[in-house]
Nanobody, 127 residues
Framework: QVQLVESGGGSVQAGGSLRLSCTFSGGAFAKYAMAWFRQTPGKEREGVARISWFEDGATGYEPPVEGRFTISRDNTKSMLYLQMTRLRSEDTAVYFC???????????????????WGQGTQVTVFS
């Protein structure tokens, strides 16, 4: 059974940086498209960044984070990363990593296409 565990969250001043990590286990990591979502209380979970399977390298970002966040993966270590820079107060949320099996419409950022989810890590950006 695939399991995902996020780490690296915390509190940071606006303008600062954080790097989130997601440890993948229980499957063939390279065969999954991966994504980061975030959620704040009272709001729906929203996509942040996504990356294709294998060594394809294709990525996608939602407009609020494009140019500030970078998603990457290390298939040799079964690790997913999210480098976040120039953080803003509106980036405050619980961040989740998610895995979509090969063949899914991973570009849609539809949570329903992602079968596996981590428990989330809190990111708080203060002024």
């Amino acid at each position: 059974q695939v399991q995902l565990v996020e780490s690296g969250g915390g509190s940071v001043q606006a303008g600062g940086s954080l790097r989130l990590s997601c440890t993948f286990s229980g499957g063939a990591f390279a065969k999954y498209a991966m994504a980061w979502f975030r959620q704040t209380p009272g709001k729906e979970r929203e996509g942040v960044a996504r990356i294709s399977w294998f060594e394809d390298g294709a990525t996608g970002y939602e407009p609020p984070v494009e140019g500030r966040f970078t998603i990457s993966r290390d298939n040799t270590k079964s690790m997913l990363y999210l480098q976040m820079t120039r953080l803003r107060s509106e980036d405050t949320a619980v961040y989740f990593c998610a895995a979509a099996p090969y063949g899914r419409r991973w570009r849609d950022f539809d949570p329903g296409e992602y079968d596996y989810w981590g428990q989330g890590t809190q990111v708080t950006v203060f002024s």
